[in-house]
Structure formats: structure tokens, C-alpha cells
């Protein structure tokens, strides 16, 4: 399965996960993870907000689905 983000040109539309956090009906959190290549048959992404986690990479590959990369973003997050 293709990773998506992987060679796509500055005037396509970035591949990201975003995750809005609520509490009832207030939103409290975002948390957006940016698709930014391959490398071998890893996808790699990056946590682009909350800020301050953009120099680490996540190796993540597709057939775990979205919620192994958010479980994996997360644990960084979070320290864990």
C-alpha cells in the first residue's frame, strides 16, 4: 500500500491525520500527523501540532491502520 504523502509536488494537497479532541462539545485538543515520505517499507509521518514534536519521525506502516499511528503519536505525546 502506498504511503500517499511520498513525492507529492508543493501545489498538492499534504496527506494528513487530524484527531480533534472533545469534551462534550468544546473542542480542547487537535492533534495533526503529517505523511512526509517512505522509507523502506515504513511510512513515515510527523507530528506537526501540537508543536514542538517535528524533528522525530514515526515509522508506521499502512496495514496497521490509522489507529496504530495515532496509538504511536500519542505515546510520543505523552512521553510513553
Do not use: T, W
Not at 9 to 18: A, G, K, N, T
Request: net charge positive; aromatic share 8%; proline share 4%.
Amino acid at each position: 500500500m502506498p504511503c500517499g504523502g511520498a513525492g507529492i509536488s508543493p501545489d498538492q494537497e499534504v496527506v494528513m491525520l487530524i484527531v480533534k479532541v472533545f469534551v462534550n462539545e468544546r473542542q480542547i485538543d487537535e492533534i495533526h500527523i503529517q505523511n512526509v515520505g517512505k522509507d523502506g517499507r515504513d511510512c513515515l509521518y510527523k507530528i506537526r501540532k501540537p508543536y514542538g514534536f517535528e524533528l522525530v519521525a514515526i515509522a508506521h506502516r499502512r496495514s496497521k491502520k490509522y489507529y496504530g499511528l495515532l496509538r504511536d503519536a500519542l505515546n510520543l505525546i505523552l512521553g510513553e
